[in-house]
């Protein structure tokens, strides 16, 4: 065990990473598969569209019929029909010929633009085009938004409101996604209550749980609540071993630092392995990371706003190798608004906010102040070699 043994945020994460397994797949219905990851590639099955259809209400034409047309000079069409939705029995077009198309009809043969409604009038059965149409004018040709057999999604694509639209499309129901993390989350303190109880003089009301909670959500994960435990190892001790056997992750939060009554690591120890305790970071130094049967164990700081810094930082990424996600890490290069100083030899992440004219701004606070969360647009990453930032250095922010 390595006992507030510093070692970097990089050897941490490794370790982290390496206890990490990639969950089994599952077929799950395509209207529950938003926010899940995608288990295989997925390729576009047929041609769509499979013909060519307009995109507007208006008139199916042979643009070069239309070449000269305006206000003061309209092309004369003959009207020879309707296009009726869902249908290809209208038959095709021939010279100075037009037909009314609706939005989503098939292309009669011949024709290859619309022309919309507002362009023309009718008078009887002869149609008077009042603008010239160019070739494809309002026409999605067959296969031109996907291609028999083309690659369109690979395997740890996150599933969006406009992915599943194109699975519809492509008839992909069910869909094959990873299983979602059940993530175990254990809260240590003698002096907790919970959100919705009134804290006595010395309490405060429990805010880790629901910052993991709410971040395991976000995330794609199932969260699972064990409780808030006392700082008694035999009270947590059975708590952590039912958590690690129903989860595939657990995260403890509080009861990391070294103190005779934070036992997080003694109970780590007991029921498996504590790989590292200590990571040279701040906030977030007493960072624990373990393993009980194989199951990786992330212990971490009480206060709020490290137990949401080290939870972005490493949780974040270990969900992303359980899942297969491909990580697109939302993130800007932007100017510091301010020069600040940083401790040689630690990491250091500094919360920011943007300003009106795009510069980072940081947003300093201690670490058990929630405020710095809420103000802050997300966090830069000071290297362990740098002894601070200066005004006007070029910084990449890392967004919430």
Not at 48 to 73: C, H, M, W
Not at 132 to 145: C, F, I, Q, T
């Amino acid at each position: 065990m390595r006992f507030l043994k510093l070692i970097s945020v990089e050897e941490a994460e490794k370790i982290l990473l390496s206890l990490g397994k990639l969950l089994p797949a599952e077929y799950v219905p395509l209207e529950d598969a938003c926010g899940r990851i995608l288990a295989e590639p997925i390729t576009s099955p047929e041609d769509i569209p499979g013909f060519d259809r307009s995109i507007k209400d208006g008139y199916a034409v042979r643009s070069q019929d239309t070449l000269g047309a305006g206000e003061n000079k309209p092309k004369l069409l003959n009207m020879t029909g309707r296009i009726a939705m869902g249908e290809n029995t209208a038959g095709p077009i021939g010279e100075k010929e037009a037909k009314y198309i609706p939005t989503g009809g098939v292309m009669p043969k011949g024709a290859d633009a619309v022309i919309m409604q507002e362009h023309t009038e009718l008078a009887g059965d002869v149609l008077l085009i009042k603008t010239a149409a160019s070739p494809g004018l309002d026409v999605l040709k067959y296969n031109e938004d996907f291609s028999k057999g083309e690659k369109v999604f690979p395997a740890g694509h996150k599933i969006t409101a406009q992915t599943a639209g194109v699975l519809a499309a492509f008839g992909c129901d069910p869909v094959l996604v990873r299983k979602r993390p059940a993530v175990g989350i254990i809260s240590t303190g003698n002096e907790l209550v919970l959100p919705a109880d009134t804290p006595k003089f010395g309490q405060i009301r429990d805010t880790n749980t629901t910052l993991i909670r709410s971040y395991m959500t976000e995330h794609g994960a199932t969260p699972v609540f064990y409780g808030i435990i006392r700082d008694d190892a035999e009270a947590l001790t059975p708590i952590a071993a039912k958590a690690a056997a129903e989860c595939d992750l657990v995260i403890l939060s509080g009861g990391s630092s070294k103190d005779e009554k934070d036992v997080t690591s003694r109970v780590i120890e007991t029921l498996g392995k504590v790989h590292v305790h200590g990571v040279s970071v701040a906030p977030g130094k007493p960072t624990i990371i373990g393993s009980i049967n194989d199951v990786p164990i992330l212990g971490l700081p009480g206060h709020p706003a490290s137990t949401y810094m080290i939870t972005t930082l490493f949780a974040g990424p270990l969900l992303a190798k359980m899942t297969g996600a491909v990580e697109k890490p939302r993130k800007i290069s932007t100017p510091l608004a301010m020069s600040f100083p940083s401790e040689k030899g630690r990491e250091d992440l500094v919360r920011v906010r943007v300003t009106e004219n795009g510069e980072a701004a940081p947003v300093l606070g201690k670490s058990g102040l929630l405020h710095t969360l809420v103000q802050s647009d997300g966090y830069i990453r000071v290297p362990a070699g740098r002894d601070g930032c200066e005004k006007g250095d070029i910084v990449e922010v890392l967004l919430w």
